[in-house]
């Protein structure tokens, strides 16, 4: 019985095997005979494209032989006799055309027919660019579902939905070292670098020579500031394949951790000569022209980024950044605007933006506060959202809820262990007010900690606490 189960195993294995070399070749032979038919378009289109100056042209330019091929390919689908690699390439068409609902629906068709062709999924994945859009499709059920959700999920920002796909995938796919990265990407979104770190050092151990999504872990390490760890990620990519626009960045990032900012833009340079439309190099070497104070070259490094994808917040917080040193706070606002709504759970655009409100040509505190708010809901790792939040309302004489930002602040600095000028500020201010408050007791507790220091914060809380104790004595006088 045994033998005889195996046997039935090694068929089935066989007849899977030939059907899928019979749906590959086919797939080969509907893309031959689909590249034959628009080659000629594709070069004709490509060559006035040259012969036209100017993005108004460019946009104008078409591939005429789309039409014949749409025609042609409707017919097979109304009659019946298209498979599920011709419905790929049907919705190519419509996608091209711009009838972006009915290539949804052919995709949609595509890979409910054939759930393993990626490409069908990848371009189906690009028309979603809502979640509404994304939940309409009528999918079937499949472990390739899943794949396309947790990507999608990632370009629609929705990183905790994403994270929870890619797990869940996890359970099947243990040894998957592309789960294992997209986990980190998702992390890497929910700026979670501790988790990002010890994923990415897991996966060098499984795959020393990798270096796909490496830039991502070079970026980690340059938050982090670990020099070492980014000095040996370099190295150790530059011997493994110093031609790969991942390598270049992880390079350039190294550079300018260094401070050597005119060698790391050299490096962006060279992964954007290896791909023009490498995202990452675009944004990191703004950043770069931002450091060395060349604002129109990082300008146009920021709008190259957005131009290649809209949705990528950094670039557009770059541009507001470009714009803020250039002293145009509308435009810089109008560009922290597009960041904060793309990735609203970023403290550091929130806090961007309120800076933004606060300048003198703005001067509009009331909006400013809002986004501090906004930035401490939203694990404010810098610690600068309350500090301001309690400047702010101090500036507008609302002394009860400056001093509740002020004692958060203080209880947050203190569980830090962190000292400096805001705990100094935070305790003056919290002596004074209660002081006012007539709790004399409180207002004594903040001025024996100014005690500590040796300034002249140190001469002010004598001061007060001369004043304390009289007014004390003073209520203690009988009538």
């Known amino acids: 019985m045994e033998l005889r189960a195996h046997k039935r195993a090694m068929v089935e294995a066989v007849s899977w095997s030939f059907d899928l070399v019979r749906q590959t070749l086919e797939l080969g032979v509907v893309c031959w005979l689909f590249c034959q038919t628009s080659e000629a378009g594709e070069k004709r289109k490509e060559e006035e494209m040259i012969e036209l100056e100017g993005p108004l042209g460019k946009s104008d330019v078409v591939n005429h032989e789309l039409v014949s091929i749409e025609r042609e390919l409707s017919a097979l689908r109304k009659n019946g006799s298209i498979d599920s690699f011709g419905l790929y390439l049907y919705g190519l068409v419509l996608k091209q055309k711009g009838s972006d609902n009915l290539a949804r629906t052919v995709l949609v068709e595509s890979v409910n027919s054939y759930p393993w062709n990626w490409s069908a999924w990848s371009e189906l994945q690009s028309l979603c660019t809502t979640a509404e859009t994304l939940n309409s499709l009528n999918l079937n059920n499949h472990w390739m579902k899943d794949f396309f959700l947790a990507n999608a999920y990632q370009e629609l920002r929705m990183h905790s939905e994403s994270l929870v796909k890619y797990e869940n995938l996890q359970g099947t796919f243990s040894f998957s070292n592309y789960i294992q990265a997209q986990i980190a990407k998702a992390q890497y979104s929910l700026r979670e670098f501790e988790q990002v770190e010890v994923i990415f050092e897991e996966l060098l151990r499984n795959d020393p020579y990798r270096i796909e999504d490496m830039d991502m872990y070079s970026n980690v390490l340059y938050a982090k500031e670990c020099f070492s760890a980014l000095?040996?990620?370099?190295?150790?990519?530059?011997?493994?394949?110093?031609?790969?626009?991942?390598?270049?960045?992880?390079?350039?990032?190294?550079?300018?951790?260094?401070?050597?900012?005119?060698?790391?833009v050299m490096y962006f340079r060279r992964a954007l000569k290896l791909n023009k439309n490498y995202l990452s190099a675009w944004t990191l070497m703004g950043h770069e022209y931002v450091e060395m104070k060349n604002t129109p070259a990082a300008v146009d490094a920021y709008r190259r980024a957005v131009d290649i994808n809209p949705c990528d917040y950094r670039a557009w917080y770059g541009l507001g950044q470009a714009y803020e040193m250039m002293g145009m706070p509308f435009y810089a606002l109008h560009y922290f605007k597009k960041s904060v709504f793309l990735q609203p759970s970023d403290s550091r655009l929130w806090i961007a933006m309120a800076q933004c409100f606060e300048t003198e040509q703005l001067h509009m505190l009331e909006e400013a506060i809002k986004c501090y708010r906004r930035a401490a809901n939203c694990n404010d790792r810098e610690a600068i959202a309350l500090h301001q939040l309690a400047k702010l309302h101090a500036e507008?004489?609302?002394?009860?809820?400056?001093?509740?930002?002020?004692?958060?602040?203080?209880?947050?600095?203190?569980?830090e262990e962190r000292e400096g000028p805001n705990l100094v500020e935070a305790l003056m201010f919290l002596a004074r007010y209660y002081k006012a408050q007539k709790r004399f007791e409180d207002a004594e507790v903040y001025c024996t900690r100014l005690l500590d220091y040796s300034g002249p914060e140190k001469e002010t809380a004598k001061s007060l606490l001369r004043g304390i104790r009289y007014e004390m004595d003073v209520e203690h006088l009988p009538p």
Do not use: W
């Open 231 to 264: 000095s040996y990620l370099a190295h150790r990519v530059f011997l493994t394949d110093k031609y790969r626009p991942e390598s270049c960045c992880i390079i350039g990032n190294y550079y300018s951790l260094k401070g050597q900012h005119e060698k790391s």
């Open 396 to 415: 507008l004489g609302r002394s009860e809820e400056a001093a509740f930002y002020y004692k958060k602040d203080l209880e947050i600095m203190e569980a």
